[in-house]
């Protein structure tokens, strides 16, 4: 096997970990798998690449992702009242870029959303920059492009 391949399967391990911990309400130990400065962002226009200076559905550091986990767990929301029921198919993983500190995936989602007698269906480009820890990975940022940000998202209790 070769490195690159290495590389994608370890990096493939980690985004399904991530995809289960989410649709089984496992966030204190979604936010484990981020490295401390990470970054978790929903841009509204998909074409963004400056986050810091452009609207985002999400541009959540460590502090903002620990009180987004927080709202999911204590109900303070009504958005997370009752809680919705996610299922995510992760797919088509292709590795951008390794390197001996990081590694680049982009994959695409398919994430079911049922909540209050409705189900609703989000599809999105993503994108995992992973960080090498201590001989594992921890995601260092995820860009979740939703293929139709401009009209699809509704008020979510989950993370995407």
Same mark, same amino acid.
């Given at each position: 096997?070769?490195?690159?391949?290495? *590389?994608?399967?370890? %990096?493939? *391990?980690?985004?399904?970990?991530?995809?289960?911990?989410?649709?089984?309400?496992? /966030?204190? %130990?979604?936010? *484990?798998?981020?490295?401390?400065?990470?970054?978790?962002?929903?841009?509204?226009?998909?074409?963004?690449?400056?986050?810091?200076?452009?609207?985002?559905?999400?541009?959540?550091?460590?502090?903002?992702?620990?009180?987004?986990?927080?709202?999911?767990?204590?109900?303070?929301?009504?958005?997370?009242?009752?809680?919705?029921?996610?299922?995510?198919?992760?797919?088509? /993983?292709?590795?951008?870029?390794?390197?001996? %500190?990081?590694?680049?995936?982009?994959?695409?989602?398919?994430?079911?959303?049922?909540?209050?007698?409705?189900?609703? $269906?989000?599809?999105?480009?993503?994108?995992?920059?992973?960080?090498?820890?201590?001989?594992?990975?921890?995601?260092?940022?995820?860009?979740?492009?939703?293929?139709?940000?401009?009209?699809?998202? $509704?008020?979510?209790?989950?993370?995407?």
């Amino acid at each position: 096997m070769t490195a690159s391949e290495t *590389d994608l399967l370890s %990096a493939v *391990d980690l985004i399904n970990l991530e995809g289960d911990l989410l649709d089984h309400g496992e /966030f204190n %130990a979604w936010l *484990d798998l981020w490295h401390r400065d990470g970054l978790y962002v929903v841009p509204i226009d998909p074409q963004a690449t400056d986050f810091k200076n452009s609207l985002n559905y999400a541009c959540d550091d460590h502090h903002m992702r620990a009180r987004r986990v927080h709202r999911l767990y204590s109900g303070e929301s009504i958005s997370t009242t009752p809680r919705a029921r996610t299922v995510r198919a992760l797919s088509r /993983f292709r590795l951008l870029t390794a390197d001996e %500190a990081h590694i680049e995936v982009r994959g695409a989602q398919s994430l079911w959303e049922h909540r209050k007698g409705h189900s609703r $269906h989000y599809a999105a480009d993503i994108t995992w920059q992973l960080r090498r820890v201590d001989g594992g990975l921890q995601i260092q940022q995820k860009v979740i492009r939703l293929i139709n940000s401009d009209d699809v998202l $509704h008020s979510i209790g989950y993370i995407l």
